[in-house]
């Protein structure tokens, strides 16, 4: 059973930096894509970044190009999330998906993915 597991969430000033991880479990994730989403109170849940295990190609929001930065550790099975120059509107819950299927081509959907971790909570005062 897939397992995802989200963590480094927390409260920090604007201009800040946050690294989040997520530990993935429960199966070979080699041609998977993951991605991390954001949900604030009220509002959808929007696509963050994403990448794909197997090649490494990097997707990223408009909002998160320049300041965040996605990778993987292989050998951990876990993807990271790098935050950096953090602003009060990047506040919100923070979730890792993977998305098993075949790798496509803009994998910005939070549909495309098929299994959630619980999220952490990302908190920007300011």
């Known amino acids: 059973q897939v397992q995802l597991v989200e963590s480094g969430g927390g409260l920090v000033q604007t201009g800040g930096s946050l690294r989040l991880s997520c530990a993935a479990s429960?199966?070979?994730?080699?041609?998977?894509?993951m991605g991390w989403f954001r949900q604030a109170p009220g509002m959808e849940r929007e696509f963050v970044a994403a990448?794909?295990?197997?090649?490494?190609?990097?997707y990223y929001a408009v909002s998160a190009k320049g300041r965040f930065t996605i990778s993987k550790d292989n050998a951990k099975n876990t993807v990271y999330l790098q935050m950096n120059s953090l602003k009060p509107e990047d506040t919100a819950g923070y979730y890792c998906?993977?998305?098993?299927?075949?790798?496509?081509?803009?994998?910005?959907?939070?549909?495309?993915?098929?299994?959630w971790g619980q999220g952490t909570q990302v908190t920007v005062s300011s």
């Open positions: 990448i794909s295990w197997s090649s490494g190609r990097t």
């Open positions: 429960g199966r070979t994730f080699s041609s998977s894509t």
């Open positions: 998906a993977v998305r098993l299927a075949r790798p496509i081509i803009a994998p910005m959907s939070p549909t495309l993915y098929e299994y």
